[in-house]
């Protein structure tokens, strides 16, 4: 979808399909004003005979209206004046969208940027228009024979911005929202395929395809590089499958060459069955997304590189599948990680710590200005936080801020848990240097201060995205969360090093 940003007269555009607000109690938004006037009260007519009341999931679709030249209007309810906020801005996109992709119309105009939202710029409205609407549109349809039929997308999607010296605001905004969006996309897709096709040895292709597009260095190390690095606890959960294991680093050098890099970690779990301590059955074809942090880390990358953000990253991914094969970890088995500290694994489903303590230890060696990693981690996330907020616990808490802060800006939310060391005691192990569960209190914060053991010499913070990587249920699939909040992170640290 080819999307622009234009000013002016909402009556003066020849689209086929322009959209404007209509408040709750018939209030029409100014844009709706002006079209009314152009057209006579042709709005305001419609609107007093009770055929759309301005509530929000209402719409109405209208046809030749007199005085104005384009070919539709399309009126969507925005609710009350005083609780439009971001939420019911999205909303109210996404119903646009849907409504002029439903019928198949190709060419859209929106006139919502003007409308008020509650601590939100313009800039704010123009990227998240441009977000919602992809969202709306986005299908997986790469494992089916035909393609579903269902809603076509516009050809184009026009943002109309209120005034002529904003244009060039609404155009920043937009590029960082289509590269957001880009970024959004490819991390869903990775999500979205299934285990049996995005293997580790495929994570580490599609990781070459994007360095290749996008100039990005990259070193896939396979099972003897990883051995001779030490990594013994991700090389545990590794031998459990058939599937070999890969650590791939990508670098984005856009930086000034003497600044030490942003590096991000991302868990690549490509499915996680539990290995011996299995996982139940139900839902367990979920598991296929346990590499949503790996895939949030290469879509966080092609948005920053689309965006030519001047920054060093650094993305480093473990990845291999956790399986219950003759080889696989037991309880109660001692692996030896990179940093020489030994690990009791009581239970092999706690795995994403395993793989990522060794990543940890890496990027000691890139001498990182701090370190991110981004993991489903665990199921007590998704009980403490659900699905609306991301699960962030850091050892430096000016860094946390940051993130907290990128998440809200982004719409892409993080919430902070704490990680101090009196959570680390339930990780005591009688038989090595620590245990890797520390029983179900605190699940999440416990998994954060294992990891923090392996992150005591940089500013660190962990992000447990298990509750906002995917939607269960109807619409089960990927949602590309955080790439948004790391794309800003990352624009507000290229803009102050
Ligand atoms: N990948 C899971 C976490 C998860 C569970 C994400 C459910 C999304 C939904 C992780 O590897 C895991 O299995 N964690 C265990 C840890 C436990 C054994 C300490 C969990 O959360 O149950
Ligand atoms: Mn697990
Ligand atoms: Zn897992």
């Known amino acids: 979808m080819e999307i622009g940003i234009k000013s002016g007269s ?31 009260g042709y709005l305001s007519d419609i609107l007093r005979r009770g055929d759309m009341d301005g509530k929000p999931g209402s719409s109405l679709l209208l046809h030749n209206v007199p005085g104005v030249l384009c070919e539709r209007i399309l009126l969507v309810g925005l609710g009350k004046e005083r609780e439009f906020r971001d939420r019911q801005y999205r909303e109210a996109v996404q119903l646009s969208i849907r409504q002029v992709a439903d019928i198949g119309i190709g060419e859209i105009t929106l006139y919502l940027s003007e409308i008020a939202v509650k601590k939100r710029d313009l800039a704010w409205k123009v990227e998240q228009a441009i ?49 957001i969006a880009a970024g959004v996309r490819l991390a869903k897709d990775l999500g979205n395929l299934p285990g049996n096709v995005c293997t580790p040895t495929y994570l580490a292709e599609q990781a070459g395809v994007l360095a290749k597009e996008h100039g990005l260095g990259i070193q896939v190390l396979e099972r003897s590089e990883i051995e001779r690095l030490g990594m013994g606890s991700f090389l545990s959960v590794a031998k459990g499958s058939d599937e070999p294991p890969r650590f791939i680093v990508l670098e984005y050098p856009g930086g000034d060459r003497k600044q030490k890099p942003v590096v991000l970690v991302g868990k690549g ?16 074809d979920e598991m296929k997304y346990d590499m949503c942090g790996a895939a949030s880390v290469l879509g966080a990358l092609r ?16 990845t291999c599948e956790n399986m219950p094969n003759g080889r696989a970890n037991k309880p109660g088995d ?42 489903t981690l665990t199921g007590a996330c998704v009980i403490a936080l659900g699905h ?46 620590m245990a890797n569960i520390g029983g179900r209190p605190g699940g999440t914060i416990t998994a954060a201060a294992f990891l923090g053991k392996f992150a005591r010499k940089y500013d660190w913070a962990h992000l447990d995205i298990a509750g906002t990587a995917w939607k269960s249920g109807k619409d089960k699939g990927g949602t590309g969360r955080p790439v948004p909040l790391l794309v800003h992170f990352l624009a507000k640290r290229a803009e102050n090093p």
């Open 10 to 40: 909402p009556e003066k555009q020849r689209s086929a399909c322009v959209v404007v607000g209509v408040f709750d109690h018939r209030k029409l938004s100014f844009a709706a004003e002006i079209l009314d006037h152009a057209a006579g």
């Open 131 to 179: 977000l919602a609407a992809e969202e709306t549109l986005y299908r997986f349809d790469q494992m089916k024979s035909k393609p579903d039929e269902a809603r076509k997308a516009p050809r184009k999607l026009t943002l109309a911005v209120p005034r002529r010296s904003e244009l060039a605001l609404g155009e920043t905004a937009a590029a960082r929202g289509k590269a």
């Open 269 to 284: 779990i490509t499915f996680d069955s539990g290995g011996i301590s299995i996982k139940p059955a139900p839902d367990m």
């Open 303 to 318: 948005a920053v590189a689309e965006l030519k953000l001047a920054i060093n990253i650094v993305g480093l991914i473990p």
């Open 334 to 375: 001692v692996v030896t990680s990179m940093s020489g500290q030994t690990i009791e694994v009581l239970n092999t489903d706690a795995e994403g710590r395993l793989i990522l303590c060794d990543a940890l230890t890496y990027a000691e060696r890139l001498d990182p200005a701090c370190v991110v990693d981004i993991a």
């Open 388 to 433: 609306v907020a991301t699960g962030l616990l850091a050892n430096d808490d000016g860094l946390a801020r940051e993130l907290l802060h990128a998440g809200d800006e982004a719409y892409d939310r993080c919430w902070q848990l704490p990680l101090w060391d009196d959570y680390a005691e339930q990780l005591k192990s009688n038989f090595a240097d």
